[in-house]
């Protein structure tokens, strides 16, 4: 019942325009709770699977059970986003368990555990690995829009490498912001139409991004952010839930709500969180 109503005033917020339009095939954004780390799960108007990180080691099986309980059996497409630990560590279990087509990757190389055992899976499978590039479009779906706004430079950080991304069916757009910097914001200000319906939020909420100019621009209806309650860095931070609130934002957290899917048509979108915050405060009581 919760998800349904959820539903319905999202529906009735941003759908008078397009109350009679021919239906069209559903895709659906899997913001997949993988505690203090990212996993984005992307099904397709036409049916492809994308999978955008994987989490930290530990969250490994959780996006394994995930991807299963949807019924998918083969990821059309792989991105790693950048390879620090809590983006590609769970990849490796993601790799062994289902059948994975192809991976865009940000050519970064980064001298950790996690991330040569990310490699070795890679090699150990032949999986064909493209470097993600600036401006690149994704041509994985026709009825989808997918370009790659932000990408590796050898002078950069993991973080400020992140491969940066505008997905867009029909009329609702999606920006996925990886782990980019405020420098990054400005640059994708400057060149690039960034607007969009759906932010997932830069760096777990970190005081690295985020800036109240970037949001403005952006003007989210929805934010998310993907984190663990109790982390040790502090996300997300006042300021970044302040600059969400004063475009008013409605932010919805891996932390407090789980799992959280967001459907959508190409005209008007459903978020369905998994769970509502107050369930939380009662897990911790009982």
Do not use: C, W
Request: proline share 4%; hydrophobic share 35%; no cysteine.
């Amino acid at each position: 019942m919760k998800k349904f109503q959820v539903a319905i005033i999202l529906m009735l917020f941003i759908t008078p325009i397009h109350s009679f339009a021919e239906p069209k095939p559903d895709m659906d954004v899997h913001f997949i709770d993988v505690g203090q780390g990212d996993s984005i799960l992307i099904e397709t108007p036409s049916g492809k699977t994308i999978l955008i990180d994987g989490g930290p080691p530990e969250a490994g099986d959780k996006v394994v059970n995930y991807l299963k309980d949807k019924e998918i059996r083969e990821i059309d497409l792989l991105i790693a986003t950048h390879p620090d630990f809590d983006h590609i560590g769970g990849l490796v279990k993601v790799m062994k368990s289902i059948e994975v087509k192809q991976i865009l990757d940000t050519g970064k190389v980064h001298l950790t555990r996690s991330f040569a055992k990310y490699v070795s899976e890679i090699r150990k499978q032949k999986i064909p690995t493209k470097i993600a590039k600036k401006n690149q479009r994704i041509r994985i779906d026709r009825e989808l829009r997918i370009k790659v706004l932000n990408s590796q430079n050898d002078n950069n950080s993991n973080n400020e490498s992140s491969i940066v991304l505008k997905i867009s069916y029909d009329d609702i757009d999606f920006l996925l912001m990886g782990d980019v910097k405020m420098e990054q914001e400005r640059s994708l200000m400057e060149k690039y139409d960034i607007s969009a319906d759906i932010i997932k939020v830069a760096h777990h909420g970190s005081d690295t991004s985020t800036s109240l100019a970037f949001l403005e621009y952006v003007k989210p209806q929805i934010a998310i952010l993907t984190y663990r309650v109790g982390n040790d860095y502090g996300h997300p931070v006042e300021r970044v839930i302040e600059n969400l609130e004063r475009i008013d934002a409605n932010i919805y957290s891996t932390a407090a709500y789980g799992d959280v899917v967001i459907k959508t048509n190409g005209y008007d979108y459903f978020v369905f969180p998994k769970r509502s915050p107050s369930e939380n405060i009662l897990r911790k009581t009982s």
